[in-house]
């Protein structure tokens, strides 16, 4: 087990088989490299991606699109390669969820441009960068 610190949950024992390796780490973060992913609450969409060495460093997360089989055929070089488990369904693709205090219009967007793509087998974990998608790293989210 794993003894994590959190600002927002406490302090966590965490399997360490649930550790999300990012090689690279994410855009901004290249030094934080384990990740946890967490619950936000039963039932709802969002999780939560925990650093297992910062304690304040987090993001909220969403499955980008559970439904659209064809997200990730833009993946180019390194990233195919690294994630065979697209076509096999062994892969989870997640988008970062940003809550915008002054924005009225779209105050909750989601990074659909630059998604966390997770190969639930190997717990690697790499941000990819999907130039030529067509999809935006501000993308509106609405819940129905």
């Given at each position: 087990?794993?003894?994590?610190k959190?600002?927002?949950?406490?302090?966590?024992?965490?399997?360490?088989?649930?550790v999300i390796?990012?090689?690279?780490?994410l855009?901004?973060?290249?030094?934080?490299?384990?990740?946890?992913?967490?619950?936000?609450?039963?039932?709802?969409p969002?999780?939560w991606?925990?650093?297992?060495?910062t304690?304040?460093?987090?993001?909220?997360t969403i499955?980008?699109?559970?439904e659209?089989?064809d997200y990730?055929?833009d993946?180019q070089?390194?990233?195919?390669g690294?994630?065979k488990g697209?076509?096999?369904?062994?892969?989870i693709?997640?988008a970062?969820v940003?809550?915008?205090?002054n924005n009225t219009?779209?105050p909750?967007?989601?990074?659909?441009m630059?998604?966390?793509?997770?190969?639930?087998?190997?717990?690697?974990?790499?941000?990819?960068?999907?130039?030529?998608?067509?999809?935006?790293?501000q993308?509106?989210?609405?819940?129905?």
């Amino acid at each position: 087990m794993l003894n994590v610190k959190t600002t927002r949950f406490g302090e966590i024992d965490i399997d360490e088989k649930r550790v999300i390796r990012f090689p690279d780490g994410l855009l901004g973060f290249p030094e934080q490299k384990g990740y946890v992913l967490l619950e936000h609450k039963p039932g709802s969409p969002l999780f939560w991606l925990q650093s297992i060495t910062t304690p304040y460093l987090a993001f909220v997360t969403i499955n980008s699109f559970p439904e659209k089989k064809d997200y990730l055929k833009d993946l180019q070089g390194v990233e195919k390669g690294t994630f065979k488990g697209v076509e096999d369904e062994r892969v989870i693709v997640l988008a970062i969820v940003t809550i915008k205090q002054n924005n009225t219009k779209n105050p909750i967007t989601i990074n659909l441009m630059g998604p966390l793509v997770i190969d639930t087998e190997t717990q690697i974990g790499r941000q990819v960068i999907l130039e030529k998608s067509g999809y935006s790293h501000q993308h509106p989210l609405i819940f129905s």
